[in-house]
Structures are given as C-alpha cells and as structure tokens.
C-alpha cells in the first residue's frame, strides 16, 4: 500500500472525484434501482414482465444515446459535463418520485440509467486514466473502489429509507442529497482543471520531451472509426463484456437462484459484504499488477475467476457454494473494474477515449439490459440458472482463449 501513498498526496483531488463519480454511478446500477421495484410494480399495478420491459427498453435507449453523449468528455470541460450529468441524475430521482404511470417510469429510468450507470461512471474512470499516465493501475484500483463502497452501503441505507418513508419519499431523499453533495465536491476537487487540461495537451505536442518516459505524442491515439476496424479488438471484446454480461442477468434473477438452490435470501444478501471486501481487496493488487506489466497481458486471465465461480454455481447446491460464488465473484469483478480502463488507454490512447468508451460501454450497457430478459425467457423454458452457469461458464473459458489468442497477436504483428 505504501505505493500508493506519493500518488494520493499528488492527485487526491482527481482521485477522489474518480471516486466519487463511480460511487455516485450506483444510483443507476440494477442492485439499486431492483431495491424499489416491487413497491413500485405494486402501486403502478405493473406485472414482472411490463416493469423488465420498461427497464429493458431505457436501458437500450441509454446505450443508443451513449454513441453521441459519451463523446463530449472529449469536446466539453469536464466541470461542464459533470454538473450535467449530476442534474440528470438529480432529475432521474425526482421523476422516479413522481412517477405515475409507465410513460414517466421510462423516462425515469432512461434518465437513471444514462446518467447513472452510463454517463457517470465514464467520466469518472476516464479522467482518471487519461490525466494520471504514470499509475493508472493505482488511480484505477482507487477510482473503482467506489463501487464496491456503494455496494456495501447503499442497499441497507436504502432498505431504511424505503421500509421508513416509502419508495417515492426515498427517491425525493436521494436526488435532494445528490444534487446539495455532488455539485460543490465537483467545484472544489475540479477548480484547477483547466490548468490539467491544458498540461495534457501540451503532452500530445511532437516536441514535448518528459524525463524517462516516452512521448504521449509519438503512440498513436486512435479515432472512434479507427478503433472499431482494428480486427483485434474483437478478439478482446467476448473478455470485457463476460463480467458485466454474466453478472448482471444471474444477479437480476437472484431470488430465483436462491430458491433454486434452498439457500435463504438474508444468507444470501449477507454475503454481499464479503463481495464487497474482496472486490476492494482485489482491486488494490489488480492495480499494482497494471503498473508493472500493463492491462492487455492480464486481459487472457482477468475472467477466470468469473468462470470458476460460474462453475462453482452450476456443480453445487450447498450453502459453501453461495459463499465460494460471492468470493470469486468478488475477484473477478475487482479485476474487471481496475483493469477495463486501462486496457483501452493502453491499446488506443486518451486524445478520443470518451467516443472510444462510448461505444464499449453503450456494448456494455446493452448487455446489462439483453442479458436479464434472455435468462428469464430460458427459466420460463424450464432451464435451470444451474444449466445456465455451466453454459456461461463454457463462454468464459471461450473468450479468455481468444484474448489470449490477441495478445499474441499483437505482439506479432505489433499492433
């Protein structure tokens, strides 16, 4: 940890809204909004398949619009864009509160969705990678702890306000505490941001000469179109999209996992603290291993964990399962979350990454929302989510393969 220290003293600032921005990023994520969706579907008289429809269909709509709005990290301030996205976010909670009928619920959720789980957390893991070159494995593993934190937090804070004052009051509560925390911590930990910006440019100049380091000007910083026709990235895609295309739909049909297995759902809920530590723990040391040996050559190994817990899920029934399934878990996604960001910065640069990331994570929200009504359409064909693990198990071991197939490629061809 000491590795970390000179880093926190020179970019705490930076570091923190990172921080901020993927904790912040949470009011959009399923685990949250899933928190409220029964109360709502009752009141709204909303069947399960009506609510996942609605859902489903922000959540592609979002991706879609992520294609043109992911790309103004790139074009506007980034004190600009994070008071726009915080207002969104804001209005996402009041229109949830007020919602009363399907139509404002859609826009609700669009709004939550986009600013939230899209637009947030991108920003947030953006800036950190394109104005901190020389620690991005660090700046990450710190960045994306703010997930982790919200995911430890959040649910009980939550429950609380739920179960106290129902599921409109709580999300009045949570726009007004957003938008009195967020645009004064955005003020403050951004006041210098001009003066990084324009360091940064001057770093992309053919004449600027850092000491010990190579020139950001002499790697290539690839467009959006450039990137999307280099064949390799295909081969590296089935690995960035496995943890939050498998994660997201066997957590959206938890309850049914749970009831498959004869597990409880409070031994289950409790066990998202144990996640919660291990994704943080592992975040830190995925963090170091990005510094001294970069985040494509890990990329082949980063999902193994993912696979082994998948295995884990479809082969066993007992309650050490569920606690073995939350540990990997926990390991894959601390890797997954540090090492994602850093891996496009690597192979495409920083001058674009804002439209380079947009359509990776537009691909990536796409999934969060396909993935859930996939899984749902194979349990009401009578497919076990057991059957299902093994299944996703079997594309994970397919899609380290071929990332390992592209990392030796690319050193082939030196891509």
Same mark, same amino acid.
């Given at each position: ?129 394109? &104005? ?59 006041? /210098? ?8 440019? /001057?770093?992309?100049?053919? /004449? ?21 026709? /280099?064949?390799?990235? &295909? ?36 066990? &998202? ?70 891996? &496009? ?71």
């Amino acid at each position: 940890m000491k590795s970390f220290v000179p880093l926190v003293r020179r970019e705490w600032r930076l570091l923190l809204f990172g921080f901020l921005m993927t904790f912040g990023s949470s009011y959009g994520q399923t685990f949250f909004i899933a928190l409220f969706s029964g109360d709502i579907r009752e009141e709204l008289h909303l069947d399960h398949s009506e609510f996942g429809l609605l859902y489903s269909s922000a959540t592609l709509t979002s991706a879609f619009l992520l294609l043109w709005t992911g790309s103004l990290i790139d074009r506007w301030d980034l004190r600009r864009v994070s008071y726009l996205i915080v207002l969104g976010l804001g209005a996402g909670c009041f229109l949830a509160g007020l919602a009363a009928g399907p139509m404002l619920l859609f826009f609700a959720f669009l709004l939550l969705r986009h600013a939230g789980q899209a637009l947030m957390s991108m920003v947030g893991l953006t800036s950190i990678v394109r &104005y901190i070159p020389d620690g991005r494995g660090k700046a990450s593993a710190i960045a994306t702890s703010g997930f982790a934190v919200a995911e430890a937090l959040l649910p009980l804070l939550a429950v609380a306000l739920l179960a106290a004052w129902g599921w409109r009051q709580s999300f009045f509560a949570w726009g007004i505490a957003l938008l009195l925390v967020m645009p004064p911590l955005v003020w403050l930990l951004l006041r /210098d941001h001009g003066h990084r910006h324009a360091r940064y440019l /001057d770093t992309l100049q053919p /004449d600027y000469r850092p000491e010990n380091q190579q020139n950001p000007a002499t790697r290539r910083q690839w467009t959006r179109a450039e990137m999307l026709r /280099d064949p390799l990235l &295909y081969l590296f895609l089935p690995s960035l999209m496995a943890q939050p295309l498998l994660f997201t739909g066997f957590m959206f049909h938890q309850v049914q996992l749970v009831d498959e297995k004869g597990w409880t759902l409070s031994f289950w809920a409790g066990l &998202y603290v144990l996640y919660a530590v291990v994704s943080s723990a592992v975040k830190f040391a995925a963090g170091l291993m990005i510094d001294r040996f970069s985040a494509q050559p890990l990329l082949p190994f980063m999902i193994l964990p993912l696979g082994a817990s998948l295995l884990l899920l479809g082969l066993v029934n007992a309650a050490w399962a569920a606690v073995g399934f939350m540990l990997l878990i926990g390991v894959s996604t601390g890797l997954y979350t540090t090492m994602a960001s850093p891996f &496009y910065a690597e192979r495409y640069g920083t001058l674009h990454l804002g439209a380079i990331k947009s359509v990776t994570t537009a691909l990536m929200v796409c999934a969060t929302a396909i993935t859930p009504v996939v899984m749902g359409w194979g349990l009401d064909a009578g497919v076990t989510l057991s059957t299902m693990a093994l299944a996703a198990a079997a594309y994970v071991a397919l899609a380290s393969a071929l990332a390992g197939v592209g990392c030796r490629r690319d050193t082939r061809i030196g891509a």
